[in-house]
């Protein structure tokens, strides 16, 4: 795989948090800065699939994702940057009035193909991909939230020489598990990678994570291997995916007071959460270094504000 794109994605150094030093160090990796509109993991996951999307001569992407995506809103607004044409699959019947992330996309160039929950669920199903192609002929396709084993590889890049040998654990938020894969593809042989699941009884995401390990890898043998260094955490999935609870409430804006940085309420509010809670009840040896990565996420927190009626920080 190429490592460097013939065009900017990413900067080389992404900025670091520092949280806190006792009990144990604690780092917050700024991921949601590295880009101005849509910094984060969906961005990493786009980066070799538009790659390979332009080295293949596609002009157009597709992809999926419901109303109030990051993935939508990233491959919107990434799309329009790079010159190709984006459409995107949207979860459920076209609303009579948008999302906010849903207008963003639009505002980008996005064209909507809205589908009823029931076919969604097809959408990794090979006739109903033949059929979106059949109607917009050819396009990349992109699966939901960007995770293929290109997604896969560019998560990879998310952790930098150092630190592999800096930190005793990674932490991150978990949805389809292609981050947390990447992340244990590229952790040093002593890490521990801790998946933070943001879905209800996310125990199933060991054995998703394992696969985009085996998918990016092709090797068995050392898939299994680098499983040991994963543990994948449950007890703060706060009422599940989209949901927020009110101690999660609470939670970012205690943060946000402390440390000034926004979390967003569906991903990386929970992981903090739950390394914070993880910590107070001394879950960690004393001196474990933990670098939590900050995946963005934070234009997800107005559909959680136009849900709850009013401001989450302030
Ligand atoms: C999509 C997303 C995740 C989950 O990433 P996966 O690779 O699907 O596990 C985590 N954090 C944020 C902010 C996201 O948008």
């Given at each position: 795989m190429r490592r460097v794109g013939f065009y900017y994605f990413c900067p080389m150094h992404v900025p670091t948090s520092h949280i806190i030093t006792a009990p144990v160090h604690l780092d917050l990796r700024r991921e949601d800065l590295t880009h101005a509109e849509y910094g984060g993991n969906k961005l990493r996951k786009l980066k070799y699939n538009l790659l390979k999307a332009k080295e293949s001569g596609y002009k157009t992407i597709l992809t999926f994702g419901g109303a109030w995506s990051n993935h939508i809103y990233a491959t919107a607004a990434a799309c329009k940057e790079h010159g190709f044409k984006s459409i995107g699959v949207i979860r459920g019947e076209e609303p009579k009035v948008y999302s906010d992330t849903l207008s963003f996309a639009r505002m980008c160039g996005m064209e909507f193909h809205f589908v009823?929950?029931?076919?969604?669920?097809?959408?990794?199903?090979?006739?109903?991909?033949?059929?979106?192609?059949?109607?917009?002929?050819?396009?990349?396709?992109?699966?939901?939230?960007?995770?293929?084993?290109?997604?896969?590889?560019?998560?990879?890049?998310?952790?930098?020489?150092?630190?592999?040998?800096?930190?005793?654990?990674?932490?991150?938020?978990?949805?389809?598990?292609?981050?947390?894969?990447?992340?244990?593809?590229?952790a040093g042989p002593q890490q521990k990678i801790l998946a933070f699941s943001a879905l209800k009884d996310g125990g199933f995401l060991r054995d998703e994570i394992r696969k985009f390990v085996y998918y990016a890898l092709g090797d068995e043998e050392v898939a299994d291997e680098l499983m040991a260094q994963l543990e994948v955490i449950t007890d703060y999935d706060e009422g599940g995916y989209a949901k927020c609870s009110v101690r999660e409430l609470e939670y970012?804006?205690?943060?946000?007071?402390?440390?000034?940085?926004?979390?967003?309420?569906?991903?990386?509010?929970?992981?903090?959460?739950?390394?914070?809670?993880?910590?107070?009840?001394?879950?960690?040896?004393?001196?474990?270094?933990?670098?939590?990565?900050?995946?963005?996420?934070?234009?997800?927190?107005?559909?959680?504000?136009?849900?709850?009626?009013?401001?989450?920080?302030?």
């Amino acid at each position: 795989m190429r490592r460097v794109g013939f065009y900017y994605f990413c900067p080389m150094h992404v900025p670091t948090s520092h949280i806190i030093t006792a009990p144990v160090h604690l780092d917050l990796r700024r991921e949601d800065l590295t880009h101005a509109e849509y910094g984060g993991n969906k961005l990493r996951k786009l980066k070799y699939n538009l790659l390979k999307a332009k080295e293949s001569g596609y002009k157009t992407i597709l992809t999926f994702g419901g109303a109030w995506s990051n993935h939508i809103y990233a491959t919107a607004a990434a799309c329009k940057e790079h010159g190709f044409k984006s459409i995107g699959v949207i979860r459920g019947e076209e609303p009579k009035v948008y999302s906010d992330t849903l207008s963003f996309a639009r505002m980008c160039g996005m064209e909507f193909h809205f589908v009823s929950r029931q076919e969604y669920r097809e959408k990794h199903e090979d006739y109903f991909k033949a059929w979106l192609r059949d109607q917009h002929g050819s396009v990349y396709l992109i699966p939901e939230g960007g995770s293929n084993y290109l997604g896969v590889q560019g998560c990879v890049e998310i952790l930098n020489a150092e630190d592999k040998s800096a930190y005793s654990h990674v932490a991150c938020a978990c949805g389809t598990g292609a981050t947390a894969a990447g992340l244990l593809i590229s952790a040093g042989p002593q890490q521990k990678i801790l998946a933070f699941s943001a879905l209800k009884d996310g125990g199933f995401l060991r054995d998703e994570i394992r696969k985009f390990v085996y998918y990016a890898l092709g090797d068995e043998e050392v898939a299994d291997e680098l499983m040991a260094q994963l543990e994948v955490i449950t007890d703060y999935d706060e009422g599940g995916y989209a949901k927020c609870s009110v101690r999660e409430l609470e939670y970012l804006r205690s943060f946000k007071a402390q440390h000034d940085i926004e979390l967003d309420g569906i991903y990386t509010g929970k992981m903090m959460l739950g390394l914070d809670d993880m910590i107070s009840k001394k879950t960690f040896a004393e001196g474990s270094r933990i670098l939590a990565i900050h995946s963005g996420g934070l234009q997800g927190n107005v559909g959680i504000e136009q849900r709850l009626g009013h401001a989450i920080f302030e």
